[in-house]
């Protein structure tokens, strides 16, 4: 009995100490089929089993999208925790990001970020800890995107990942904004396409960690999944050191 204790609390800790993330920005579920299938975006998330899922372009009870509360019923579907940052009023509803998670939330704060059109960054702290989900500016300025990068660094205080659509290719100021702050890119070495999903071309959905030493890239890889949403998912598995 002894033995298969030590062997229990082992498998625990070693579990503990790995953290799967999936960034996801689902275009208020809607397929390049034109279909909103909020079903359909739950399994594509359910697939890998996932601690943390940041979410970009959620819909919150928007006629155009059927009036459902995207974040609520993902986290329904997926029996993960829901939290909505709302970003803009979107015809009667609201739109913005959302994270979903498996993992206790000590606390969780939504903060704005400048754009042509208001972006922002949910900063959820877990116990070891935090965690940024965002979709920075999409405008032809890199301007907004690197001051939302100094706008990210504020609230850092530790140990801390990122997720989301950053709207910036690999080389790009904000990526380079980024870097200079201490963030390391999962798979900067790889050749991590997530758009358009049907023939994806260039990289816009990252998984981030700080500081270097603090984490290890088990897995890294973007989900074959076309139909889903405009933007392929990327998933990471993450170790603790």
């Not at 002894?2 to 503990?16: G, K």
């Not at 996801?24 to 279909?35: A, L, R, T, V």
């Not at 850092?156 to 290719?169: H, I, Q, T």
């Not at 700080?210 to 949403?229: C, G, K, W, Y």
Request: net charge neutral; proline share 7%.
């Amino acid at each position: 009995m002894a033995r298969f204790l030590s062997i229990f609390l082992l498998t625990c800790a070693a579990y503990a100490a790995q953290v799967r993330i999936l960034s996801y920005n689902i275009k208020h579920c809607q397929g390049m089929d034109g279909k909103v299938d909020v079903a359909r975006i739950a399994a594509v998330i359910r697939s890998v089993e996932p601690d943390i899922v940041a979410l970009q372009e959620v819909d919150q009870i928007v006629p155009r999208s059927g009036g459902v509360p995207q974040a609520e019923e993902l986290g329904r579907l997926t029996g993960l925790k829901a939290i909505f940052g709302r970003t803009i009023d979107l015809d009667g509803g609201q739109y913005g990001n959302a994270v979903l998670t498996a993992l206790p939330v000590v606390r969780w704060t939504n903060h704005p970020l400048p754009g042509s059109e208001p972006r922002g960054v949910i900063e959820v702290q877990f116990e070891q800890f935090q965690f940024f989900a965002t979709h920075l500016d999409a405008g032809r300025d890199e301007r907004p995107r690197v001051e939302s990068v100094a706008a990210i660094e504020r609230p850092v205080k530790g140990p801390a990942l990122m997720a989301g659509d950053l709207n910036s290719v690999p080389g790009s100021d904000p990526i380079r904004a980024l870097s200079a702050a201490g963030w390391s890119i999962a798979g900067e070495d790889r050749n991590l396409l997530t758009i358009p999903s049907r023939a994806p071309a260039r990289q816009l959905d990252f998984i981030l960690f700080r500081p270097a030493n603090a984490f290890r890239v088990i897995q890294i890889r973007v989900l074959d999944e076309p139909v889903a949403s405009d933007h392929r998912p990327v998933f990471a598995v993450l170790e603790f050191l």
